[in-house]
């Protein structure tokens, strides 16, 4: 058995061009048939998967006319999501040569992910126009699109069951904000999409805590105090007048100087 994926075969395919997304389970079953398999994007447009025990290829889809821009996967799915240069939206079963599904983005594409919410599987876009989009999968149905900035959206993370969505654009004037999942996907349950702006600036990196669905860590770095700061928030979901709200509930805070060093 080969260790590790053929890198002549690989080059073969035009080379690696976008980082490979595993597309099935990342190791193997207590019973030692699982199969751990990736999904990459090669120089050539193609989109193709890897068995990377046996470093065969088992998948390559057809060369496409338009540059694929990023990937995504949802392994629970064996399914892959791609976006091209002009901002169209494909999804694959990577077994058959054609998509399952195609769509368009009114802007071009910054973020893209796909996740299993409560709700089923979806597709979440952010776009360079501050737009968020969330598709249904497998039929790329448009579920919701939100105005959330006015410039792009650079991150983009869900608490672990997916019951928060954060976004963010580091910039001095942009403050981050948390929406409620459902409050996106049942648009006829919800008068406005449930959010809260988190009050806190230049804000690098974010963390929702593992087991605690709606606690979320957020990372500054200052540099010109040298200093690397630390603030936790609780996520809080009120009714008032059979109305939802959510609101950011303080929990700690610290700071890190830039020259404190590594503990010994």
């Keep these: ?8 075969a690989v080059m073969s395919y035009g080379g690696v061009r976008a980082h490979p997304c595993y597309i099935s389970g990342r190791g193997l079953t207590r019973n030692g048939q699982g199969r751990p398999v990736v999904c990459m994007v090669t120089s050539v447009n193609r989109i193709s998967t890897w068995d990377i025990q046996e470093g065969v290829l088992t998948w390559v889809s057809p060369v496409q006319q338009v540059g694929i821009k990023l990937l995504t996967t949802l392994p629970e799915m064996h399914i ?14 990577c077994q058959n040569s054609e998509a399952l599904a195609t ?18 599987p ?9 737009n968020l989009y969330i598709f249904r999968i497998p039929d790329l149905h448009l579920i919701s699109k939100l105005k ?6 650079n991150q ?8 928060w969505i954060f976004l963010n654009r580091k910039h001095p004037h942009i403050l981050p904000k948390v929406f409620y999942m459902s409050s996106l996907l049942r648009t006829s349950e919800f008068s406005a999409p449930v959010s809260t702006i988190l009050k806190f600036s230049l804000c690098q990196r974010a ?36 109305k939802m709200t959510v609101k950011e509930q303080f929990v700690a805070s610290f700071s890190v100087p830039d020259d404190m060093g590594r503990p010994k």
């Design 122 to 130: 979806m597709v979440l876009i952010g776009d360079i126009s501050g």
């Design 156 to 163: 983009l993370n869900c608490s672990p069951q997916k019951k």
């Design 80 to 93: 892959a999501v791609t976006v091209d240069i002009q901002s169209t939206i494909k999804l694959w079963d």
């Design 148 to 153: 959330v900035f006015q410039c792009s959206i």
């Design 207 to 242: 963390f929702w805590t593992p087991r605690m669905e709606d606690r979320i860590t957020l990372m500054s770095i200052r540099r010109t105090q040298k200093i690397t700061k630390f603030i936790t928030f609780d996520m809080k979901l009120k009714e008032i007048q059979n």
């Design 103 to 120: 769509s368009n983005l009114e802007s071009p594409c910054k973020l893209l992910k796909a996740v299993f919410t409560k709700d089923g």
């Design 1 to 8: 058995m080969r260790t590790g994926m053929n890198l002549q």
